[in-house]
């Protein structure tokens, strides 16, 4: 069973900056795409980020130019720097990574951008 795990959430004043990790285990196969979503209370959980094969990336307008995705193929691992973070990014993060047809979820981590 692939556990995609995330790491790296927590309190962080505007202006702030925070690094998230997610590792996927369970599996010998490369996660051939991978991604990061958020959702806030009370709102639909949304695409922040993503990164195919090893360098096509592609983000969310609200993140262009403060986030950047990236990935360690060999440990199926995948971060999201996260720089001059606002108060609206405050959600909770979820790593989400692909093999053929088939999604895994990790289970997320919370994000609170606050003074």
């Known amino acids: 069973q692939v556990q995609l795990v995330e790491s790296g959430g927590g309190l962080v004043q505007p202006g702030g900056s925070l690094r998230l990790s997610c590792v996927g285990s369970g599996t010998r196969f490369r996660l051939n795409a991978m991604s990061w979503h958020r959702q806030a209370l009370g709102k639909e959980r949304e695409l922040v980020a993503g990164i195919i094969g090893d360098s096509k990336r592609y983000y969310a307008d609200s993140v262009k130019g403060r986030f950047t995705i990236s990935r360690d193929s060999a440990k199926n691992a995948v971060y999201l720097q996260m720089d001059s973070l606002k108060a609206e990014d405050t959600a909770v993060y979820f790593c989400?990574?692909?093999?053929?047809?088939?999604?895994?979820w990790g289970q997320g981590t919370q994000v609170t951008v606050s003074s």
């Open positions: 989400r990574g692909t093999i053929g047809s088939n999604d895994f």
